[in-house]
């Protein structure tokens, strides 16, 4: 039963993974706001669940470094990233909010978008995309060359 569990959020991480690529791939069509780092931090959790080898090599890929890794050692983003990823979450909001009818659900769903926006603005520091992990570890290998 546990090696089932491990294996499930092992394909999990990989479906996880699929969809934040896609959504990697959609930042370079305009109009299509496909969030990346929502995938990549469950793709991540059920890495670290499923396997230490998997959690291992994922948190070596390049995807990891750029879109992940401020996050985990800094709890910062970029902007982009934050607004990538309240639009998705919003959207996916409205869609219950228009289709439940109950006042109490939609105050709820009211309620739940007012604490991601606080946690978003509030506790996540936004920084500029030139002052990422990523970018730092960039110009520090063009330097040694």
């Not at 991480?13 to 305009?30: R, T």
């Not at 059920?46 to 996050?71: M, P």
């Not at 990523?134 to 290998?141: F, I, W």
Request: aromatic share 16%; net charge positive.
């Amino acid at each position: 039963m546990k090696q089932l569990k491990r294996m499930l959020y092992i394909i999990a991480g990989f479906i996880f993974l699929g969809l934040g690529a896609l959504g990697i791939v959609a930042n370079f069509i305009p109009f299509i706001p496909f969030p990346t780092t929502p995938f990549l931090l469950l793709a991540s959790a059920c890495f670290s669940r499923g396997s230490e080898r998997f959690d291992h090599w994922f948190k070596q890929t390049k995807i990891y470094e750029k879109y992940l890794a401020d996050f985990v050692q800094t709890r910062s983003m970029t902007l982009k990233q934050k607004v990538s990823i309240l639009s998705f979450a919003s959207a996916s909001l409205m869609i219950p909010f228009f289709v439940v009818p109950t006042v109490p659900m939609r105050t709820f769903l009211i309620l739940t978008t007012l604490v991601k926006y606080t946690y978003f603005t509030c506790l996540i520091k936004t920084i500029k995309p030139d002052h990422t992990y990523h970018a730092k570890r960039v110009r520090m290998k063009e330097a040694m060359k």
